[in-house]
């Protein structure tokens, strides 16, 4: 008889909070945005950050990063505390990738990386053959070769962002910090760049936080997750584990908006026009059900015919429905859509 | 730095030497290079021409090339201090703290006392204007200096600064109003800026403290580079940010304020020069503009004190009128000329 292992082995723990308390101090008050945080991001992981609007993530990021004092507590990376570190010793264990724009001219990719040494290298900052070798590194870790001796002012949001990635790769850090490193990106460069950071936690040891705003991206990706909730604490563990406890839907639900597990997404809320039942199969058996649910009809599994109030069936040229038996037809969703609004506006 | 790099320097090397001599050899009387050779050599003692020459002429190019490459640097370090193309040397209101000194002896409006002191302390004219002007730009200085420790935006230092230099412009408003017609002669002549009341004498003290200030830009050039990405991305990569920022103004305000203690407020090859070489240049790399920075700054301060002297001897064109006429075509040329500008 064999006994299943209930625990596997979890990797190291790269960065640790103690009880930290993150906020802002001034002369006279001390306002602490976030409390009794205990955290872990472990080495070979993605972990994502995220949370409704002016919750405090980006205060939590900058602390972790040593940005901005911690209120009270211990922010932890290999198991030394972050007060006890140099800012030269910090950044050869933590690299940053901000929200800031970058402006610098006249400055080529390479350079930029090359400024990644800057706590390795020497007073003048001359690169050892080392260091070199570090930077075309992260060139390649990141898939800017090609882009290596153009202008930095001169490439896409995206490719900048995938250099300032480098540059704190170069620092060969035991983890990388990242403030909403997709915001000001299109979605096939948010992907490539959460894409990318997931490659990196694989192919080397660096454990990576970030935090976003593309939840359903996230939710799809990240080996961990940190849910900020409205009320202040933290939720932590797979994203199928927070998804299960209905951590997400506590923390972005809204009047018009349902967070569906099943489906790792949200969903607008559209109404109540009645049941609808759709058959056909294949793509457009689900394209005819994404129709359906945008003008508010909810779609059950297995619904009679006679209790429906819309019956839609598809075909390879087009669809017909039948509603209190009169039949319409039509060959594209658009015109379907165009039924089932002219319906609800009749009702 | 790259081969290119090192070719335009080499070429701004020759330039400067060639500009060295020419400015030895042209004013009120012509000597031909011959004869600046022999003087410099020291194999004309006694003759006229030697005589013009190293106490008048080689004190006065060495004035502006000290003059030129301080105010360079101390721009090209403001600028990247504060992320901001149009920062000069005089960002943190020292020019108008060395005005508010200068003023206070030169008007005299009443203000007997400061002139008074400067007389008991055996100093007179030159000497005394100099000496006012220091005071006065280390007093702003040092102001500017406490309260920017407390403060962490660097625009908001840069802000600083300037409210500092109008406040303290308001005073000397206030003084040249209140001041005799004569004395007002003094003190325009000390706004025109110049080159020429720098002896071997006080070369002693004017050369090393501007070479102090350029060494010290000489030995941060890794933390200005850092500081290209912006100071919260600096300090993520290891940069002591507070230190370096203290460091970089009190080095560009000793360039900014020993000029202007020595040569008059000498306005626009601050700003200029740095342009000009990251135009030259094409880069941002500051291990290539320091040095490109130094040269180009003597080149252009030699030019303008040579063009300032050229109606001969009907008189001099003010310097600071020389170095902005001539200049911002210049400057303008270069921007437009890089697609997006060199600044940014």
């Keep these: 008889m064999t006994i299943a292992r209930t625990v596997a082995c979890l990797p190291e723990a790269a960065l640790r909070t103690h009880d930290l308390a993150v906020g802002y101090r001034t002369r006279r008050t001390t306002h602490a945005v976030l409390e009794r945080i205990n955290l872990t991001a472990r080495a070979g992981e993605l972990t994502c950050l995220m949370g409704p609007n002016g919750i405090g993530k980006s205060t939590l990021l900058r602390t972790l990063a040593g940005m901005q004092p911690a209120l009270w507590g211990v922010v932890e990376l290999n198991g030394v505390n972050l007060r006890a570190m140099t800012q030269a010793g910090l950044a050869r264990r933590l690299g940053v990738v901000l929200t800031d724009r970058v402006v610098v001219d006249a400055w080529t990719v390479r350079r930029v990386v090359e400024l990644g040494r800057y706590a390795h290298s020497g007073w003048f900052g001359g690169m050892a053959h080392r260091d070199r070798e570090v930077v075309e590194w992260a060139i390649d870790a990141v898939g800017v070769r090609h882009l290596a001796d153009r202008d930095f002012s001169r490439l896409s949001d995206g490719e900048r962002q995938r250099v300032m990635v480098a540059r704190a790769l170069a620092q060969e850090p035991a983890v990388l910090v990242l403030d909403e490193p997709t915001a000001f990106l299109d979605v096939p460069s948010r992907v490539e760049m959460i894409g990318l950071l997931r490659q990196l936690t694989r192919s080397t040891e660096l454990a990576v936080v970030v935090s976003t705003h593309d939840l359903e991206l996230a939710l799809r990706t990240a080996d961990a997750v940190w849910l900020v909730m409205p009320g202040g604490e933290v939720a932590t563990g797979a994203p199928e584990d927070v998804m299960l406890a209905g951590g997400i839907a506590q923390a972005f639900e809204g009047q018009h908006i349902r967070f569906h597990a099943a489906e790792r997404g949200f969903r607008l809320l559209t109404g109540d026009c009645g049941a609808a039942r759709i058959r056909g199969t294949g793509l457009r058996a689900v394209m005819a059900h994404a129709v359906l649910e945008r003008e508010g009809y909810a779609t059950p599994i297995e619904a009679a015919a006679d209790a429906c109030d819309v019956s839609v069936e598809v075909h390879d040229s087009g669809w017909r429905a039948s509603a209190h038996e009169v039949v319409y037809a039509g060959s594209d969703f658009a015109s379907l859509a165009a039924f089932l609004r002219a319906r609800r506006v009749a009702a | ?301 030699l030019l303008a004190q040579m063009l300032s002297l050229l109606p001969g001897s009907a008189g001099m064109l003010p310097l600071n009128a020389v170095t902005s006429l001539l200049g911002a075509p210049v400057v303008v040329a270069v921007l437009l000329r890089s697609r997006r500008g060199a600044l940014a």
């Design chain 2, 1 to 301: 730095m790259t081969k290119a790099d090192l070719g335009r320097l080499t070429a701004l090397v020759l330039t400067l030497v060639a500009a060295i001599l020419l400015s030895l050899a042209l004013g009120s009387t012509r000597i031909p290079l011959r004869g600046v050779f022999s003087a410099l050599m020291g194999t004309s003692r006694g003759s006229s021409g030697a005589f013009v020459v190293t106490t008048i002429r080689l004190p006065r190019s060495l004035t502006a090339m000290l003059a030129g490459a301080s105010l360079g640097i101390a721009g090209l370090q403001m600028q990247t201090l504060f992320e901001n193309p149009l920062a000069d040397p005089f960002a943190l209101g020292i020019s108008s703290g060395a005005n508010l000194g200068v003023a206070l002896v030169v008007l005299d409006a009443g203000y007997g006392p400061a002139s008074a002191f400067g007389t008991a302390m055996g100093m007179r004219g030159d000497a005394l204007v100099t000496a006012a002007a220091i005071v006065g730009a280390g007093a702003v200085l040092t102001v500017v200096l406490i309260v920017s420790n407390r403060v962490a935006s660097p625009t908001t230092v840069l802000v600083l600064g300037l409210m500092f230099g109008y406040a303290v412009s308001a005073v000397v408003t206030v003084l040249v109003g209140a001041s005799r017609p004569e004395r007002l002669q003094q003190w325009a002549q000390w706004g025109f800026g110049s080159f020429s009341g720098v002896t071997w004498q006080r070369l002693r003290l004017f050369a090393p403290l501007s070479i102090v200030g350029v060494l010290i830009a000489l030995a941060t050039t890794k933390q200005l580079n850092a500081l290209l990405l912006g100071e919260r991305y600096a300090r993520s990569m290891g940069l002591k940010v507070r230190q370096a920022r203290l460091l970089t103004m009190v080095g560009a305000s000793l360039l900014g304020a020993v000029v202007t203690a020595f040569c008059g407020p000498i306005s626009f090859l601050g700003i200029a020069v740095p342009h000009l070489c990251r135009g030259l240049f094409g880069t941002s790399d500051h291990r290539v503009l320091v040095p490109a920075v130094v040269l180009m700054g003597s080149v252009l301060a």
